[in-house]
């Protein structure tokens, strides 16, 4: 079975500081689909990143960086010098796997909290 | 104007009472999803449908039903709504052509009394 693992349920950090949210993952496929979503207070689900299973090359968007390791099926997201725009709700979710039905598996999701 | 769309977007009935939230898209996709977020558990599917033809039950589909009235449509039923379904409902669509990536409406938020 497919499962996704946020271990940190809620994070509070103070604006500029460096913050990474962990993302553990459970597949038995060999492709598969990695994913973040921002939720904000306005309850939107925001797409940040897509990471396919064969293609473990971290990747940086401006101040946010997702380190994607297959060997420790982990894809942790790290925001740089945090901002208070940045608290939400952040969303690892996992899709792929026999038939491809496309689902969703989503982690149980981390609140940042980034105070001024 | 947005591609994924959810009406109502704020709803509060009573326990019973059967309600419909629905949803519709602009983008073509053939798949469509219902979730369901709860704080703490993220969200959990509910069902999804591969054209108007194909519906299939996920996760958490006991006291739901789904109808697919046309490839853009996609509607979620409780017929007799209970309090424990008081969540943050999400319809999803996607194009399996593009790796899987959804696409989510703005949520509905579901409060039974």
């Known amino acids: 079975a497919q499962k996704v693992t946020q271990a940190q349920t809620e994070i509070s950090v103070v604006e500029k500081e460096d913050v990474t949210l962990d993302c553990v993952y459970e597949?038995?496929?060999?492709?598969?689909?990695l994913f973040w979503y921002k939720q904000p207070p306005s309850g939107e689900l925001v797409f940040l990143i897509r990471?396919?299973?064969?293609?473990?090359q971290n990747e940086i968007s401006g101040r946010y960086s997702w380190n994607f390791q297959k060997s420790t099926s982990s894809f942790n997201f790290t925001i740089t010098a945090s901002q208070v725009v940045d608290s939400a709700v952040y969303f690892c979710?996992?899709?792929?796997?026999?038939?491809?039905?496309?689902?969703?598996?989503f982690g149980q999701g981390t609140t940042l909290q980034v105070k001024p | 104007d947005a591609d994924v769309t959810q009406t109502p977007r704020n709803r509060i009935t009573k326990t019973g009472k059967r309600i419909m939230l629905e949803c519709s898209q602009t983008?073509?996709?053939?798949?469509m999803y219902w979730y369901r977020q709860d704080p703490g558990l993220g969200l959990r599917l509910i069902y999804y449908?591969?054209?108007?033809?194909?519906?299939n039950k996920g996760e958490i589909s006991d006291g739901y039903s789904v109808s697919r009235q046309a490839q853009a449509k996609f509607s979620l039923s409780l017929e007799s709504a209970i309090p424990n379904q008081t969540a943050l409902y999400f319809c999803?669509?996607?194009?399996?052509?593009?790796?899987?990536?959804?696409?989510f409406g703005p949520g509905t938020r579901l409060t039974v009394l």
């Open positions: 999803a669509t996607s194009d399996f052509r593009a790796y899987n990536e959804q696409f």
């Open positions: 597949t038995r496929d060999t492709t598969y689909y």
């Open positions: 990471r396919n299973s064969f293609d473990e």
């Open positions: 979710a996992l899709s792929g796997g026999s038939g491809n039905t496309g689902k969703l598996i």
């Open positions: 983008k073509g996709h053939d798949r």
């Open positions: 449908s591969f054209d108007v033809k194909d519906i």
